[in-house]
């Protein structure tokens, strides 16, 4: 579950994060252009993971600073405000309001102002169709560098790679974009007429 919302947060990261070389900042400006005049986007995603070893197929639909994730029996919904994560083994939805901080890794216009120079970033190599660029944040932290394969025509990102400081690695393919879906608010709320049977463990009160 958390590896989603992390791939949630990542997703936004690196579409969103700017950086010191000319070339690579304005192609990053153009991802995030295009993100925000999108008015509802989708993708498929495989993500990758080797800590644990695993991979998931799923669906992610964003719109502004809400997202929904569908992968291999897990399903999250945030709507700006509220955070819906349901596990379909164990039965249950998890609802929670996201602290400050969380809300930050959360909101792509957020991620836009506070990461606008945290990566430094390199073209690999270019082509009429596609990009790589590497990414190295500035400061230390959790990653230590990644790749970002750039769709030109979409000018959406098409794969990312990410090594962590704790040797452990991710890779995300995305495909099948659909933007402009102008999608409703309720796409991003926890429908519980459709789950009757789930249980509903509201912790949004809960504060310690």
């Known amino acids: 579950m958390k590896r989603l919302i992390g ?3 990542l997703l936004f990261c690196f579409v969103f994060a700017a950086s010191a070389d000319e070339k690579g900042s304005a192609l990053l400006e153009k991802i995030a252009a295009q993100y925000k005049s999108s008015d509802g986007i989708s993708a498929r995603f495989v993500l990758d993971t080797t800590a644990p070893e695993q991979q998931m197929n799923g669906k ?3 719109a502004k600073d809400k997202f929904k994730i569908t992968a291999d029996g897990i399903s999250i919904w945030y709507n700006g405000k509220y955070l819906w994560s349901y596990d379909e083994s164990l039965q249950e939805v ?3 309001e996201p602290a400050a ?3 930050l890794m959360l909101n792509p216009y957020l991620i836009l102002q506070t990461l606008l120079h945290g990566f430094d970033s390199e073209i690999l190599r270019q082509t009429a169709e596609s990009a790589t660029l590497r990414l190295t944040p500035k400061e230390n932290g959790e990653i230590k560098t990644a790749l970002l ?3 030109l025509k979409r000018m959406l990102p098409a794969e990312m790679g990410i090594d962590h400081t704790n040797g452990s690695n991710l890779h995300i393919r995305l495909n099948d974009y659909r933007t ?3 999608l409703p608010i309720s796409t991003f709320v926890f429908d519980a007429e459709k ?3 789930i249980e509903v463990i ?3 009160l809960i504060h310690i």
């Open 202 to 204: 509201d912790l949004s």
């Open 180 to 182: 402009g879906l102008n």
């Open 149 to 151: 394969v750039v769709d």
């Open 7 to 9: 791939f949630a947060c």
């Open 94 to 96: 998890n609802l929670t």
């Open 101 to 103: 901080e969380e809300i």
């Open 195 to 197: 789950y009757p049977q």
């Open 60 to 62: 992610i639909e964003m």
